[in-house]
């Protein structure tokens, strides 16, 4: 298996190939995809998620089996399950077309219940079934033990890859988003070039995870009497109108149509 370069050119061509973001890893192969999701997972990450597990259901991929492990997930908030039981729900019947089988791994505790009803929220009429070991949801799809393994080697490879995520989000709520990658690399004790590269090989780079930090920082305040202007300059922004531009960018809307909304909620 290769790992794709992108999203756009997995997106493009799937077959043979893997996806990593953030917390969640995506495999194709031409008689069975699996979906590694672990951490917790960010509502901002869900919408290129939901693409990237979209590919299974491509005419120019074959009817297979889906192998979805959650085993490692340590929580799954409410937005993120919204979010993902909406996409099911829309995705049903593209889905009894080219899925012969899903099966879910899931583990202990809240979010392994939380995980263990998505799919059964949605009412979902695939051949499904929940398990709490990789094995037995393996001889269930058809698929081998061998196979499974190697997932799920891949899958700790990743999990270790992403500790640089975990750190540099804990450094921007420390220090601020305004850092930059120079402050920032300066205190991991890495060059900024170094730890670009080290994002990229997670799935993600700096101004990726700067923007996350910003937009999560923003909604937050806007629900706020916090002036425009003020979370602007908290951010990092020259200026109002550049904030609200990059808001609008990610959102769709403007700050103060944003704050609008959620006063009518």
């Known amino acids: 298996m290769l790992e794709a370069e992108s999203h756009e050119t997995y997106l493009a061509a799937p077959l043979g190939k893997y996806f990593v973001g953030p917390c969640y890893l995506h495999i194709t192969q031409e008689n069975a995809c699996a979906t590694f999701v672990w951490g917790t997972p960010a509502v901002e990450a869900v919408p290129l998620f939901t693409k990237i597990v979209n590919v299974e259901l491509t005419a120019d991929l074959p009817p297979h089996v889906a192998f979805v492990d959650f085993s490692r997930l340590v929580a799954l908030t409410g937005p993120v399950f919204e979010e993902g039981t909406r996409y099911l729900a829309g995705a049903q019947d593209p889905s009894r077309e080219r899925i012969l089988k899903r099966a879910m791994v899931f583990g202990k ?4 219940t939380l995980a263990a009803g998505i799919y059964p929220s949605v009412g979902n009429d695939l051949p499904y079934q929940g398990f709490t070991d990789s094995r037995a949801a393996a001889a269930w799809l058809g698929i081998t033990d061998e196979l499974v393994a190697r997932w799920t080697t891949l899958r700790d490879e990743v999990m270790q890859r992403s500790d640089i995520l975990r750190e540099i989000r804990a450094k921007f709520q420390a220090q601020g988003a305004p850092a930059s990658a120079e402050v920032i690399a300066r205190s991991f004790g890495m060059s900024a070039r170094t730890m670009q590269r080290k994002l990229k090989e997670a799935g993600s780079s700096f101004q990726v995870e700067l923007d996350r930090y910003r937009l999560a920082f923003a909604m937050d305040h806007l629900c706020t009497a916090t002036k425009v ?7 990092g922004f020259k200026t109002s109108n550049h904030f609200s531009a990059w808001f ?3 959102t769709g809307e403007s700050p103060a149509q944003h704050r609008a909304n959620k006063k009518t909620l």
């Open 229 to 235: 202007a003020t979370i602007a300059r908290d951010l």
């Open 109 to 112: 505790g809240l979010s392994g």
């Open 248 to 250: 609008k960018k990610q």
